[in-house]
T-cell receptor, first 110, second 113 residues
Framework: ETGVTQSPTHLIKTRGQQVTLRCSSQ?????VSWYQQALGQGPQFIFQ???????GRGNFPPRFSGLQFPNYSSELNVNALELDDSALYLC?????????FGQGTRLTVV | QKEVEQNSGPLSVPEGAIASLNCTYS??????FFWYRQYSGKSPELIMS????GDKEDGRFTAQLNKASQYVSLLIRDSQPSDSATYLC?????????????FGTGTRLQVTL
């Protein structure tokens, strides 16, 4: 049990729709990162938030956006969904160096 | 060249044997190194972290780091069927975007009875 909770665990969306994924971090974990994991691949870094500011971004288009709230919970928003966005989305939180993942959200775009 | 490379496997070892998992990385500025275990359909679980050259042992797991060779490995002693999973190697830089985790594609380990 990592203390990092993601919701929902699964969802199905239609191409072109928008989706919001949520992450609740452990108390005191002021850094949250989001990753996308396609089938058979390692997780790919989307972006990172530290104390409510984005302080790092991977090679993802602007339709992937996020927020971190004062209680260190976080959201990942994806607009104009594409079929290739189907993946496991992982939230990782940390207070120091080690990152702990939530259980993930499995997104299927049809 | 991929930033973090792992043999995808599957690596098959008999129960009770030593499993050896290897990883190379390209960024010499990498500061921290991690091994995550991922069961099918689940999220990655941190099992080992290592920051300096040499060996680090935790129970049946030993992580080895050689920064000069840009090489990280994980040894699992007395392998059990419950160790069957995909093992992800991850490296991390220092700050900002560099402090992201960069993962390999993972090595699938099968421990046979």
């Amino acid at each position: 049990e990592t203390g990092v909770t993601q919701s929902p665990t699964h969802l199905i969306k239609t191409r072109g729709q928008q989706v919001t994924l949520r992450c609740s971090s452990q108390s005191g974990h002021n850094t949250v990162s989001w990753y996308q994991q396609a089938l058979g691949q390692g997780p790919q870094f989307i972006f990172q938030y530290y104390r409510e500011e984005e302080n790092g971004r991977g090679n993802f288009p602007p339709r992937f956006s996020g927020l971190q709230f004062p209680n260190y919970s976080s959201e990942l928003n994806v607009n104009a969904l594409e079929l290739d966005d189907s993946a496991l989305y992982l939230c990782a939180s940390r207070a120091g160096i080690e990152a702990f993942f939530g259980q993930g959200t499995r997104l299927t775009v049809v | 060249q991929k930033e973090v490379e792992q043999n995808s496997g599957p690596l098959s070892v008999p129960e009770g044997a030593i499993a050896s998992l290897n990883c190379t990385y390209s960024d010499r500025g990498s500061q921290s190194f991690f091994w995550y275990r991922q069961y099918s359909g689940k999220s990655p679980e941190l099992i080992m972290s290592i920051y300096s050259n040499g060996d680090k042992e935790d129970g049946r797991f030993t992580a080895q780091l050689n920064k000069a060779s840009q090489y990280v490995s994980l040894l699992i002693r007395d392998s059990q069927p419950s160790d069957s999973a995909t093992y992800l190697c991850a490296v991390q830089g220092r700050t900002g975007t560099a402090s992201k985790l960069t993962f390999g594609t993972g090595t699938r380990l099968q421990v046979t009875l």
